[in-house]
């Protein structure tokens, strides 16, 4: 069963620094080119694509406005995928997701909250 949980959320004041988890059961990232990816949603937005990242190749994308201040990375002995957020904006808040995705399926965490405020 695959399972992903997030991890690494919290309170930070703008300008600041967090690294959010995925770490990732039921399957193991080198058996298939997976697309791991971080969402976020906030209050009345639409849920949005932040970064994403293949568990072979490592290619990468990221949305236009984090670009520069995120890092997506993975780790594939941990089966583990990593978001590095620096200068962290107020409106980084959201709840952020972990997904993966291999053809037509679809997995996805539970979420961990950032906030970003003074």
């Known amino acids: 069963q695959v399972q992903l949980a997030e991890s690494g959320g919290g309170l930070v004041q703008p300008g600041g620094s967090l690294r959010l988890s995925c770490a990732a059961s039921?399957?193991?990232?080198?058996?298939?080119?997976?697309?791991m990816s971080w969402y976020r949603q906030a209050p009345g937005k639409e849920r949005e694509l932040v970064a994403s990242i293949s568990t072979i190749v490592g290619s990468t994308n990221y949305a236009d406005s984090v670009k520069g201040r995120f890092t997506i990375s993975r780790d594939n002995a941990k089966n583990t995928v990593y978001l590095q957020m620096n200068s962290l904006k107020p409106e980084d808040t959201a709840m952020y997701y972990c997904?993966?995705?291999?053809?037509?399926?679809?997995?996805w965490g539970q979420g961990t909250q950032v906030t970003v405020s003074s």
């Open positions: 039921g399957f193991t990232f080198s058996s298939g080119n997976y697309i």
């Open positions: 997904k993966r995705s291999n053809g037509p399926s679809r997995y």
